[in-house]
């Protein structure tokens, strides 16, 4: 069975960068669209931002566009969230979670199958 692990979590500033990564056992993580996810202390889960199996779509909520890349590295099986001029707003647990593959990517929870334990990420001077 899939299982997928998220790691890259911290601490940085505001306007700081970090670069969150899935990494899979069990099966290659390009059989899988792979969603990240986040949840923030008192709020519902949110969607930010998904990439389909070939990589050919991606979607981000509004909230990270423009500062938030997904990309899929192959050679490592692992998918990766590169997150730049982060804001104190942008705190949660992150979650990576995989599903079978569909033609686009929709930023939705709906159908993922197998998801991570999270990582914390806290951007506060």
């Known amino acids: 069975q899939l299982q997928v692990v998220e790691s890259g979590g911290g601490l940085v500033q505001p306007g700081g960068s970090l670069r969150l990564s899935c990494a899979a056992s069990?099966?290659?993580?390009?059989?899988?669209?792979i969603g990240w996810f986040r949840q923030a202390p008192g709020k519902e889960r949110e969607a930010v931002s998904c990439?389909?199996?070939?990589?050919?779509?991606?979607n981000y909520a509004d909230s990270v566009k423009g500062r938030f890349t997904i990309s899929r590295d192959y050679a490592k099986n692992t998918v990766n969230l590169q997150m730049n001029s982060l804001k104190p707003e942008d705190t949660a647990i992150y979650y990576c979670a995989a599903k079978s593959p569909r033609l686009l990517c929709v930023l939705s929870a709906t159908g993922y199958d197998y998801w991570g334990q999270g990582t914390q990420v806290t951007v506060s001077s």
């Open positions: 069990g099966f290659p993580l390009d059989y899988y669209d």
């Open positions: 990439i389909t199996s070939s990589g050919a779509s991606t």
